[in-house]
């Protein structure tokens, strides 16, 4: 008999409800669950059938959570391993699909809601807006991964685009320290949000690169946090606006004739 499927199932970015609906439904079938306790808000295995094993993988190394994956995978259909926010993202995708791929388990990835998308809801922000920024980096500054040559934080904030920056909120001096570098001035907006979506616990500081620091030293946040710099940030309550040209009335595209 072949091996059951592993499914690398995004579990969203902290409250159960963002779990997608195909997520839902592996969760409710799966014979087992390994879920990433540090980072996973529990809430999301309450849909797990009764006899579903589940484990938690914070106390496991590399090789013993491929191992348990492939074991489970001997003794049934569908496997989940939920991965926090998008697997795609700062996960352990890769490192987790090479040792299924040598034992021949089939594996497939069910995309979820990134925390940097979960932060940009939570705040009302928007990563993009016409002639202000096109383009979103998502990084993260050296802690003890290093950063591949010509990603420092200073080489991509030159770029003067939307920077989500993830695992950072205990460097924040880094971050500073890059934007400075940069050119990006004292009163830059920068946001962090903290546990972005978890019910009860979302908290949002709105400051400036010469603030941030100190305003999450003072509010205590010190975990799972997103650092997002950006030229769009507070255009919410801007006067002006250059607005998208897609619903401009004088753009014609091929769903609306333009009428000015
Ligand atoms: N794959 C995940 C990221 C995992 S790395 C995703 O797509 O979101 C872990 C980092 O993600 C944390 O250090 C923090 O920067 C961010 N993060 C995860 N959950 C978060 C949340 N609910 N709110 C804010 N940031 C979060």
């Not at 001096?173 to 962090?192: C, S």
């Not at 040209?245 to 004739?257: E, Q």
């Amino acid at each position: 008999m072949g091996l059951g499927t592993v499914w690398f199932v995004g579990a969203g970015p902290g409250d159960p409800d963002l779990v997608t609906v195909k997520g839902r439904d592996l969760i409710a079938r799966a014979g087992a669950i390994l879920f990433a306790g540090s980072l996973v808000n529990e809430a999301a295995t309450r849909w797990a059938p009764p006899g579903c094993v589940i484990a938690d993988s914070k106390d496991m190394t590399l090789e013993q959570m491929s191992a348990w994956l492939i074991a489970n995978a001997a003794r049934c259909d569908t496997v989940v391993r939920l991965q926090t926010g998008d697997p795609a993202l700062y996960g352990t995708l890769i490192e987790l699909v090479q040792p299924l791929d040598a034992a021949g388990a089939p594996v497939a990835v069910v995309p979820g809601v990134s925390s940097a998308m979960a932060s940009a809801a939570a705040a009302v922000e928007s990563f993009t807006l016409p002639e202000v920024t096109q383009t979103t980096i998502f990084t993260r500054v050296e802690g003890r991964t290093p950063m591949p040559d010509g990603e420092d934080l200073a080489a991509l904030a030159a770029h003067r685009t939307t920077l989500c920056i993830f695992l950072s909120i205990t460097l924040l001096h880094k971050v500073e320290a890059g934007l400075r570098q940069a050119g990006w001035p004292d009163d830059a907006p920068v946001l962090v949000v903290h546990k972005a979506s978890w019910p009860g616990e979302e908290r949002i500081v709105r400051g400036t690169l010469a603030t941030i620091k100190q305003q999450c030293r003072d509010a205590g946040i010190v975990s799972q946090a997103m650092v997002i710099a950006s030229p769009t940030l507070g255009a919410r309550h801007w006067p002006e606006l250059t607005r998208s040209r897609l619903y401009d009335p004088g753009f014609t595209h091929r769903f609306r004739k333009a009428t000015t």
